[in-house]
């Protein structure tokens, strides 16, 4: 009989979104009254902007004239995107076009990249994290075995209120760092300052960084869109991308990661090799890339009418933020992120646990958000928040929460 992967039999169930699922069910069932106001979506809720949809219509029906069809096309993307890639998000950061590779979205490439790594290369993560960067590497053998809410060949960088959400860096060598800015889940953003020690490690160290920017375009407070924006980042980091939250592209599936030359590790004569030939190597065998339409549609959002249309929608939800942040702090609440990020990290009063205070809003206030504990160990104590309700429901959950 066929051996399975035994990794897979040490991964937790996903308990976190299941587990919220079945207490907001129990509770309407016995409050069949109760308006609840959901402000734990993690998807975006704002439709297409409309130049998208027009050039994805247009490309559409190019497909269907003799003339103008097109059968596969470049497994790492066409060039018009690629391109337009280069020109607004790395406009003078020296990336090249062989650098970009066009993908159906960033979950599945910051999911797939550890495929490039050797079975007992050290992983460090963010505590909280996007759960992702964790289970891609238990699936694979990395992260050793699980007890007490962590993974005992891991290393944990915690991210608190005390620490200003400012990782530490590793306290024994690893080989990959996972990051993201702005984070999910806790909102909060790093400077190119607080971001410079991670590379110079990196560099130090024989790793590379993994840095995940899928919500880039939420950034207002200056810090940086790219970590290639960090001197000496083009040597150590992958950057992954996506317009699911830039252009709402969650149903329609198209972002982007970025392999500089200069990101190299080590072969099995002690000889460099670079993790962009390998990455050309695994694309060519495992992608045929993503649909013409789809790429066009990606084109569309850094047109002038697309990028002004999409950049409506983000301050639409850094709106709801604000809403959320302000109202909150006016209650009395400690809360962090919202400025850079659709996410809202709310401290619990008086050190309730994080799903005691996740019934409290449920029960009292008809709001459902998302216990912190449930992205690390780390998150115990906190309560994340969303922005991508509309503004109405939104102002409606702050003022209950505010005046009861
Ligand atoms: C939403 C999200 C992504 C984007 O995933 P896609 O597969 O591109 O939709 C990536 N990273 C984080 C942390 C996210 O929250």
Redesign the pocket.
Known sequence: MLKVNPHYEKLPGSYLFAEIARRVKEYGQEHPDAQLIRLGI?DVTRPLAPAVVEAMEKAAREMGRAETFRGYGPDYGYDFLIQAILDNDYQGLGIQADEVFVS?????D?ANVQELFSDDAVVAVTDPV?P?YVDSNAMAGRAGSYAQDRWDRLCYLPCTAENGFVPPLPDRPVDVIYL?YPN?PTGTVLTKEQLKPFVDYAKANGAIIVY?A??KAFITSGAPRSIYEVEGAKDVAIE?C????TAG??GT?C?FMVIPHGVKGIGGQGQPVELNAMWKRRMGSKFNGVSYPIQRAAEAVYSKDGWAQCMENIRYYLRNAQVIREGLEKAGYTVFGGVDAPYIWMKTPEGMGSWDFFDLLLNRYHVVGTPGAGFGPCGEGYLRLTAFNTLEKTQEAVERIVHG
């Open positions: 993690g159906d979205g960033a979950k599945c910051v996007y992702v993201c999910n995940d899928a919500y992954c996506s317009y699911s939250k592209f969650t599936r972002g």
